[in-house]
């Protein structure tokens, strides 16, 4: 069945979608509905299927100042994310391209080929003085149109060559392609992984993030990377109070069994158009305990669905937000995931000669 909401054509099925509207973008000067004209006309049903068109980049890292973030440079190969997690921060992006945060975020993508090229002139700038790239920050490189464009693998191409530091979040198993370039990075201190894990219901998962690999099939990536001699964090984010906080301490513990060495976690986050997409998605999945854990939400937000301020926007405040910090850190410590890994090396990155460059005699 197609989703009824107006925003959204009639007959239009939307198979292992979060998002239930198309809300136009809080930009545009128009807005769209759907309305019946009293014309009785069947209508063929059709499946909502993914587009990436290609956006030409200028520039491939992205910098921040945010005192919330232990990065200030990131780099996005894609705008929009097919896993479609329904609670996605970045959604409210896709009003810059005159696009829904709501279903369009999932289904209208884009991919900047040559991005790898653009990379790798920034980093021999003579200006540039290298700090840890983190890549999955917006949306995952490793979504499913990843297989067939290959832009991650090219920018992480690059990135090895130079030595360049750099960070991964994703919850995708397509990074266990690329391997071959990430043990050999990490064996020269020059990379970490982040698996973001949401919880370990395949029910709850498969709604909340429709298009992302099973819980189970995250456990076993986060396996391959640690046999790999990849040091990997599990990342419990976002945590939903009274939806998927119970889950903190088999969660971390299934996830050091597999090999992660830490952890880290975030309060859920329902910035602009998130949280009515987020509220929609509760009321239709999970009616009985909707005012409940919208409840909590807007407890650990100050009384708001969210609060943007730095330092309370990661981790909410109040009993609520407490209470997960608490059982967290106690779940840390119980299952040795308590672990501060060194810093990434910086001193090893060398743009590498191209042809006709002068070498060094030393």
Known sequence: ????????????????????????????????????????????????????????????ISYNRSPDLPFDRSINPYRGCEHGCIYCFARPTHAYLNLSAGLDFETRLIA?????????????????????IALGTNTDPYQPIEAAHLLMRQILEVLSVHNHPTAIVTKGAMIERDIDILAPMAAKGLLRVGISLTTLDDTLARRLEPRAAAPRRRLAVIR????????VR????????????????????????????????????LPLEVAPLFREWLGLHYPDRAAKVMGRIRDTHG??????????????QGIWSDTIRAQFDLAMRRHGLDLHHPPMRLDLFRPPPRAGDQLSLF
Request: aromatic share 6%.
């Open 112 to 132: 900047r080929p040559g991005i790898a090229a653009v990379l790798e002139q920034e980093l021999r700038a003579k200006s540039y003085a290298p700090r840890t």
């Open 303 to 316: 009384g708001k669905d969210y609060d943007p301020e730095w330092g309370r926007r990661m981790r909410g």
């Open 224 to 231: 391959r990377l640690a046999d790999a001699g990849i040091p």
């Open 1 to 60: 069945m197609g989703p009824t909401d107006e925003t959204v054509p009639s007959g239009l099925r939307t198979r292992a979608r979060a998002a239930t509207s198309n809300a136009t973008g809080r930009y545009e000067t128009c807005s769209r509905t759907n309305f019946d004209d009293g014309w009785e006309m069947a209508e063929d049903e059709r499946l909502l299927r993914t587009e990436v068109t290609f956006e030409r980049p200028r520039s491939a």
């Open 234 to 269: 599990v990342m419990m984010s976002p945590i939903i109070p009274g939806l998927t906080d119970h889950e903190i301490d088999p969660l971390l513990g299934a996830a050091a069994k597999a090999g992660a060495t830490a952890a880290n976690w975030a309060m859920l986050r």
